[in-house]
């Protein structure tokens, strides 16, 4: 693999200096050639000591495995992994970002997982494994599953002595949600906010995206909305924030959002419902609860879903190294002591079996992820296709657009249609 192929399949920016100089002087090593199993994730300290943790289970158990971990912070983590593919020297282990799930596999990073002896896919029915997998190939399996949601602290709604809308199909809808935000911003004595400007939530614009009629991504590998659904989204913010009931971008340090500032100042946030087991412990005094997104009543059938969040093993895994890395992969998505070890704050097990062993001893926030998952996934959902080869960075565009918008240096129409525009050409250029 060469350097033009990587900017193809990345999308443009997407290969840092460092990347394009290794893909320039690659080597042509294929992962750990002395039986040892270098393990990739990622996350913040907490996380990595947890990981470091249940990893040292692991080998007490199998003295013969060695493991090698590989840690960083979500962005160096995809940095790190462009160089690796650049010279053939990919973790034989490793999880994949939401944006690189079909960037990878279009890189050849995955092996086939259904034929590993010490890789046991007895706790996952056949029906459920078929939605794992990808082109037909159980080459990736979920870690974990999580959905879109709006979170909020009940201590600062009890403070105001305010109510969400009814948690039902007639009044939980995006209509009533931004009829309460603007109330609760103009009348709580905190002087507090109602939410965060969240556009940039990925999942949560997806759900909004697949409530409209349209999809994020299609089939073929497209984005799949037309621009006035991209334009409402932007309009039902851009409505809050004129009307003060949102942070601004420089509030809250940008389109992703502090929380370390957010939690302070707003009652509630949109974004994933694994959130709120690292989140909540930030500001443990408050009480936080979270449901589902809303949706209006005329929201397109199937419109819920989950999100599974992947882990996969490298195509050129050494033979030396096969045996250690299938253990270590079955430990991780078929032992209750890894997640007893790491916690819940990459979402709820998709082991079914996993799942009902770890909900006793589970953490009040804990619940409430493995609640909601719960709820949403027994509803009705459409088919969900991943981010296509190319589309890598269509978050830092949809940044860059939010803030055109929110700075009135474009019009909401103007700004979709430019985003739709660069994304596209983005993911075309990555076919050639």
């Not at 039902?236 to 957010?262: H, V, Y």
């Amino acid at each position: 693999m060469n350097r033009r192929t990587f900017n193809r399949l990345l999308g443009a920016g997407a290969v840092t200096a460092a990347a394009t100089a290794a893909t320039a002087c690659g080597g042509s090593s294929s992962g750990s050639s002395d039986g040892a199993v270098r393990y990739a994730w990622w996350g913040d300290a907490v996380r990595q000591k947890n990981y470091e943790a249940a990893l040292a289970v692991f080998s007490k158990e199998n003295p013969d495995v060695t493991v090698r971990p590989e840690f960083a912070d979500y962005t160096a983590f995809q940095e790190r992994i462009t160089v690796q593919m650049a010279g053939r020297n990919v973790p034989e282990l490793f999880w994949i970002p939401s944006p690189q799930v079909l960037t990878y596999e279009a890189a050849g990073l995955y092996r086939t997982l259904d034929d590993l002896e010490d890789f046991d896919l007895s706790d996952y029915p056949p029906e459920l494994l078929e939605t794992f997998k990808l082109g037909g190939q159980l080459n990736t399996m979920p870690r974990s599953v999580f959905t879109p949601c709006v979170r909020w602290n009940q201590t600062f709604l009890e403070e105001a002595g305010a109510e969400l809308p009814a948690y039902d199909e007639a009044s939980w809808t995006w209509d009533a949600l931004a009829e309460f935000l603007i109330d609760y911003s103009a009348d709580n004595p905190q002087g507090r906010k109602g939410a965060a400007y969240c556009a940039n939530g990925d999942m949560v614009f997806e759900s909004w995206v697949r409530q409209h009629g349209g999809d994020l991504w299609t089939a073929e590998g497209t984005l799949g909305f037309e621009p006035e659904v991209l334009e409402g989204w932007f309009a039902w913010w851009e409505n809050l924030r004129a009307k003060g009931a949102t942070l601004e971008l420089s509030e809250q340090e940008g389109a992703d959002g502090e929380w370390s500032l957010i939690g302070e100042k707003a009652l509630l946030t949109l974004q994933n419902s694994n959130h709120i087991v690292d989140e909540a412990q930030q500001f443990p005094d408050y009480d936080f609860q979270q449901r589902m997104t809303p949706a209006n009543a005329d929201a397109t059938p199937g419109s819920r879903f989950g999100y599974l969040s992947r882990i996969a093993m490298y195509a050129r895994t050494a033979e030396g190294s096969l045996p250690g890395a299938a253990k270590l992969l079955n430990f991780n998505l078929n032992d209750a002591r890894m997640v007893s070890q790491t916690g819940l704050t990459v979402g709820a097990p998709a082991n079914p079996r996993i799942l009902a062993e770890i909900r006793p001893d589970a953490t009040p926030d804990e619940i409430k992820l493995l609640d909601l998952v719960d709820e949403e996934m027994k509803l009705e959902q459409r088919p969900r296709y991943e981010a296509p080869p190319g589309s890598g960075t269509w978050r830092d565009v949809m940044a860059r657009t939010i803030e055109a918008v929110t700075l009135g240096s474009t019009s909401i129409p103007d700004a979709s249609a430019a985003f739709i525009s660069e994304v596209s050409r983005e993911i075309d250029a990555a076919k050639k």
